[in-house]
């Protein structure tokens, strides 16, 4: 008995690839992933406007007037820069307050909603005996949302404005290695916190660094794809860029889903 303990891999096997189809068939995580990224893209609105009005409240109109817009504007068309200006100039100048608290709350919703999403996903993953109401999961849904946002908002600034405090090619590791760190975070927060049963930390496995290796190679290929191949100096240019953001946004959110269904069935193996 003690040989054939020490005999048994240490690693358990794998799921199959007909085994994760099924399991994305079984839980329709494609469609699901599709409402958290409509939910997270329709929230990148009024937060942005929500920091706008919030540098509005601070004087601090120079945000957009001296470095957002000088460097937005030659990669737009006209006329598209002009209905930018003027929704920042409003937000800025004339309705501060009102984004500055309808933004941030109308926001928070949205990106709550999205985790509401995840967590009916990961219950189903996990096989939940029950489907907790709207009541059970708000709480967790709003904290939760608020810390995954500010995380995956600390990712997209060490990316791209990291540059300015390291640059070079030790730079550019030193950004990417911050900005798995902060993912494996926000991954490691709804792993153990968005199901309705407390996972721990264990689980956060082979699945949860796929995601972070996902994330990571996905929104480096929309930075390249808007910086060397959207036309945004056009309207068509524009829309197509927002279009192509939402894909990848939609092809994150399939990852997540991915990997968390991958760790599940790591564990029914490991179970058997």
């Known amino acids: 008995m003690a040989v054939f303990a020490l005999r048994r891999p240490i690693a358990h096997p794998l799921p199959s690839v007909d085994e994760v189809?099924?399991?994305?068939?079984?839980?329709?995580?494609?469609?699901?992933?599709?409402?958290?990224?409509?939910?997270?893209?329709?929230?990148?609105?009024?937060?942005?406007?929500?920091?706008?009005?919030?540098?509005?409240?601070?004087?601090?109109?120079?945000?957009?007037?001296?470095?957002?817009?000088?460097d937005i504007a030659p990669h737009v068309s006209a006329p598209v820069f002009a209905v930018l200006d003027q929704v920042a100039v409003n937000a800025l100048t004339g309705q501060r307050v009102f984004w500055v608290t309808a933004g941030f709350l109308l926001a928070l919703?949205?990106?709550?909603?999205?985790?509401?999403?995840?967590?009916?996903?990961?219950?189903?993953?996990?096989?939940?005996?029950?489907?907790?109401?709207?009541r059970e999961r708000f709480p967790t849904s709003v904290w939760l949302g608020a810390l995954c946002g500010t995380l995956i908002l600390a990712t997209v600034a060490d990316l791209h404005l990291g540059a300015l405090v390291v640059a070079g090619p030790l730079g550019a590791l030193v950004r990417?290695?911050?900005?798995?760190?902060?993912?494996?975070?926000?991954?490691?927060?709804?792993?153990?916190?968005?199901?309705?049963?407390?996972?721990?930390?264990?689980?956060?496995?082979?699945?949860?660094?796929?995601?972070?290796?996902?994330?990571?190679?996905?929104?480096?290929?929309?930075?390249?794809?808007?910086?060397?191949?959207?036309?945004?100096?056009s309207v068509f240019g524009t829309f197509a860029a927002v279009i192509v953001l939402l894909t990848f946004i939609e092809i994150s959110c399939v990852v997540l889903l991915a990997g968390a269904l991958v760790d599940a069935l790591i564990r029914e193996h490991a179970a058997k």
Do not use: M, N
């Open 21 to 70: 189809a099924d399991g994305f068939r079984r839980h329709e995580l494609i469609t699901r992933a599709s409402a958290i990224a409509f939910r997270a893209l329709y929230a990148l609105i009024p937060f942005t406007l929500f920091v706008l009005a919030f540098a509005g409240l601070l004087q601090l109109e120079s945000l957009w007037t001296k470095d957002l817009a000088p």
């Open 109 to 134: 919703w949205e990106v709550s909603s999205a985790v509401r999403v995840v967590q009916g996903c990961l219950d189903d993953i996990y096989g939940a005996r029950r489907r907790r109401s709207f």
């Open 176 to 233: 990417y290695l911050v900005a798995a760190a902060l993912l494996w975070a926000c991954v490691t927060a709804l792993v153990c916190f968005a199901p309705a049963k407390r996972r721990p930390f264990q689980w956060v496995t082979l699945g949860s660094s796929l995601v972070v290796g996902g994330w990571l190679v996905s929104w480096t290929v929309y930075g390249l794809y808007l910086t060397q191949v959207a036309a945004v100096g």
